[in-house]
Nanobody, 124 residues
Framework: QVQLVESGGGLVQAGGSLRLSCAAS????????MGWFRQAPGKEREFVAA????????SYADSVKGRFTISRVNANNTVSLQMNALKPEDTAAYYC?????????????????WGQGTQVTVSS
């Protein structure tokens, strides 16, 4: 079992930045690839970013490429999402997720564990 707890969400103006963090516990963090997903009201959950278990490879949704950066520190059992140049359409609940895999995954159903989510609201 892996427990995931997100933090860092909040209200920010368009063009601003936020840094989300996800703290993992329960199993060996470095055995898990990690991902960030988001869900806006009335919409399906969508992929945002993912990172391999080593941190060596990453993937981003086209909508956030060049603005968001995913990173991890295995020694600290944390994965982060740096979000810059935020837009109102980035408003959503953001979730981190873990899958026991060497490689990143972009499909939500592949993930085994999920956090409770943190809300990001971007005002125009």
């Amino acid at each position: 079992q892996v427990q995931l707890v997100e933090s860092g969400g909040g209200l920010v103006q368009a063009g601003g930045s936020l840094r989300l963090s996800c703290a993992a516990s329960g199993r060996t963090f470095s055995n898990y690839a990690m991902g960030w997903f988001r869900q806006a009201p009335g919409k399906e959950r969508e992929f945002v970013a993912a990172i391999s278990r080593s941190g060596g490879t990453t993937s981003y949704a086209d909508s956030v490429k060049g603005r968001f950066t995913i990173s991890r520190v295995n020694a600290n059992n944390t994965v982060s999402l740096q979000m810059n140049a935020l837009k109102p359409e980035d408003t959503a609940a953001y979730y981190c997720a873990a899958v026991r895999s060497a490689f990143y995954h972009i499909v939500s159903r592949n993930y085994d564990y999920w956090g409770q989510g943190t809300q990001v609201t971007v005002s125009s």
